[in-house]
C-alpha cells in the first residue's frame, strides 16, 4: 500500500462557480494553446515530453501483454480460453474485477486497487479475497 498524501482542495476550486465571462473568456482556448505551441519550440517539446509522460505510465492489457513478452495464444492457454477470446478480452472496455485479475495473475503480476478519498489515507481494495 502507498502512502502517498492525498491533495486536498486548499484553493476551494470545487465551490467556485464560473460566471457567464468566465465561460466566454475560455471559449477557443484550446486552438489559442495549440497555435502558441506551434510557434514556440520549447512550449512544443514541453508539452510534447509530459505527454510522453502520461502515455508512459498508461498501459493497455495488450500492452501488458507484451511487455511480459507473451503471445494471445500463450495466455489463452494461460486462461483456458481461446485466443480470440483473449483478443476480444484485450479491446473490452468493461469486464468483471475477477476476470482483470485473472488476466493479471496469468501475466505473472498482482492486481492491486486503491481507494481514494480526499479526507483520509488511501485503503487497499482486496479484490476476492476476504
Known amino acids: ?24 473568456r475560455a471559449e477557443g482556448a484550446h486552438e489559442r494553446y495549440k497555435e502558441l505551441l506551434e510557434v514556440k519550440p520549447r512550449a512544443k517539446a514541453r508539452y510534447n515530453a509530459v505527454l510522453d509522460e502520461i502515455n508512459a505510465r498508461q498501459a493497455t492489457l495488450r500492452r501488458l501483454r507484451e511487455a511480459r513478452a507473451l503471445t494471445q495464444s500463450t495466455l489463452a492457454e494461460r486462461l483456458e480460453m481461446d485466443q480470440s477470446e483473449v483478443s476480444r478480452l484485450e479491446y473490452r472496455s468493461d469486464m468483471l474485477l475477477s476476470t482483470l485479475k485473472r488476466f493479471v495473475e496469468a501475466t505473472g503480476g498482482e492486481l492491486h486497487m486503491v481507494v481514494q478519498y480526499p479526507d483520509t489515507a488511501p485503503v487497499e481494495l482486496l479484490v476476492g479475497d476476504e
Not at 464560473?18 to 465561460?23: E, K
Open 1 to 24: 500500500m502507498t502512502t502517498r498524501k492525498i491533495p486536498t482542495d486548499r484553493a476551494k476550486a470545487a465551490g467556485t462557480k464560473l460566471t457567464p465571462g468566465d465561460w466566454k
